[in-house]
């Protein structure tokens, strides 16, 4: 489609919604109010009906709407059935009785029993046959509730007066299962089946993989400028533990403490700093909620979504990285050369990065604000031991700590990274008695810091990108995979005789509220 047709589609899907006046409004969040819930159930829908998918199920469209605005949602979507030929499945909750009237078929269910299927007119005619007709002026979906809800167990007013809502459900379902609707019903399902399998309608196309990754860029990048807490907030964060560690630091000198206490400093770049990346996972969470609905729509792939989410936040993390690093780098009076300083900076923004992405990959199996928050902090906080800070290299524990978990670590070369950066080609003065006057930046790498010097600074730079990529990658496999096993782990769920005896011993877990198709 062109862009002028897809401005066109979506103005009038919000016309018929009756939102042409709130275009220029935002849906809204815990800071800023935006929409009320009534129009946002009502651009769910808009987002529903958008595609014009053959078949539409909508669960609960009025919920959080008057009467009136239940009514002109619903007589609209009746109307966009009827154009386009397309078939509607709704679950209404009490419906008003103009909303009731445009159902063309009905769907009765009470604790998992079907009480009845089939055209609307003919179910008052099947509650009437077994002694509970629809009282006059009273709205037939209030009378259908009332008479099938066995949550407040009653005495139905009329009809049988001694008998309890559960047999009285089991009157209507046995009377309905006897019934000519049931069997017209069964015998259209049999011809249904019996059909041949024809060629399936073409799906229509979606938009190009570049198309997707441009506009789920564009979209993310406005989301992550709009929400406070995503990059914002920790940008402010980042201000106030730069000014300190600038403060705390200053102007460290060239002395032999000063080994120590930039090798404090920089680790606490590293670690701390990059800790606070997780603080963006409740929004990401967020995204991920979206992500899911729309992808099971089949708007776009695992792929365009992780290059959306990547791209977008590139801009933020240079920003926050720039801005609070040179405060910390120049307070503190690190090495004055230019390149330094962008080296410091680059890799201050990849080890930020890093943490998102693995950030990311918890998201997507861990989907819980607190839980993701407890278990990124304790996968970072594993990390950071084995860093090479707090524990020297040599000294790990070889079996786990040192090999593999070491090498795990992305710390191990963010630290030895800042550490070459900063101390090579300097030199300090030496207070070890009988040693040389001086100590050069080399000579402490490798017997103060255990750094491994085989390689230079830009290799652990490298290997931070590279992992990055992994995570990133990891991320997309690990959706793919649910995607593929969840149904599955349904269907074995489904089947179960023990899951099904469960269900069965404990009716109140089966939803007792009315549902109208």
């Not at 014009?52 to 909508?58: A, D, Y």
């Not at 399998?197 to 979209?219: D, N, Y």
């Not at 070890?432 to 230079?456: A, H």
């Amino acid at each position: 489609m062109s862009i002028s047709e897809k401005k066109e589609r979506a103005e009038m899907t919000i016309r018929e919604m009756g939102l042409q006046d709130s275009m220029d409004t935002r849906i809204g969040g815990w800071s800023n109010k935006g929409l009320s819930g009534g129009q946002k159930r009502r651009v769910s829908i808009c987002i529903e009906i958008l595609t014009w998918p053959k078949l539409l199920f909508l669960d609960e469209p009025t919920s959080g709407l008057d009467s009136a605005a239940s009514y002109h949602v619903m007589n609209r979507i009746v109307k966009l059935a009827h154009q386009h030929g397309r078939t509607i499945i709704a679950s209404i909750h009490q419906p008003s009785s103009e909303v009731f009237e445009l159902f063309h078929n009905l769907c009765l269910l009470s604790y998992g029993k079907t009480v009845y299927f089939g055209p609307v007119s003919m179910a008052e005619m099947l509650f009437a046959t077994n002694g509970f007709p629809c009282p006059p002026l009273r709205n037939p979906s209030d009378h259908y509730l009332r008479t099938i809800n066995k949550d407040f167990d009653e005495d139905i007013e009329q009809g049988i007066g001694s008998s309890s809502t559960e047999e009285i459900i089991d009157t209507l379902v046995k009377s309905y299962k006897s019934s000519e609707i049931c069997k017209q019903v069964q015998h259209n399902v049999l011809k249904i089946s019996q059909q041949k399998r024809g060629p399936l309608e073409k799906k229509g196309s979606q938009a190009s993989f570049i198309t997707q990754s441009i506009v789920l860029t564009k979209r993310s990048f406005i989301n992550m400028y709009r929400d406070l807490g995503y990059y914002w907030l920790r940008f402010a964060i980042y201000i106030a533990l730069c000014l300190c560690v600038g403060t705390i630091f200053h102007d460290i000198g060239l002395t032999y403490g000063s080994i120590q206490a930039r090798g404090s400093m920089l680790m606490f770049v590293a670690a701390f700093l990059t800790f606070m990346a997780i603080g963006g996972f409740p929004s990401f969470v967020e995204d991920m909620k979206i992500f899911g609905r729309e992808r099971l729509n089949g708007h776009y792939g695992v792929g365009a979504f992780v290059i959306g989410n990547t791209i977008s936040s590139i801009p933020y993390l240079c920003f926050i990285s720039l801005i609070p690093g040179a405060l910390a780098y120049y307070l503190v009076g690190l090495q004055k050369s230019f390149d330094h300083f962008i080296y410091f900076v680059i890799l201050l923004f990849t080890s930020t990065m890093l943490v998102e992405s693995i950030m990311m990959t918890v998201a997507s199996v861990v989907p819980n604000y607190l839980m993701g928050i407890i278990t990124g902090a304790g996968i970072q906080g594993i990390m950071i031991l084995n860093g090479g800070f707090f524990r020297l290299p040599d000294d790990l524990p070889k079996p786990f700590w040192r090999y593999p978990m070491y090498y795990i670590a992305f710390h191990k070369y963010a630290n030895q990274g800042f550490y070459k950066n900063e101390f090579e080609g300097l030199s300090f003065p030496n207070n070890q008695v009988g040693g040389p006057p001086t100590i050069t930046g080399d000579e402490v790498l490798r017997s103060f810091w255990q750094v491994e010097m085989g390689y230079s600074k830009w290799i652990d730079l490298v290997i931070l990108f590279g992992m990055v990529v992994v995570y990133r990658l990891m991320f997309w496999g690990i959706i793919i995979t649910v995607e593929k096993i969840k149904p599955l782990i349904k269907d074995y769920m489904a089947v179960s005789p023990k899951k099904s005896s469960m269900i069965l011993e404990n009716p109140s877990s089966i939803s007792s509220q009315l549902e109208m198709l």
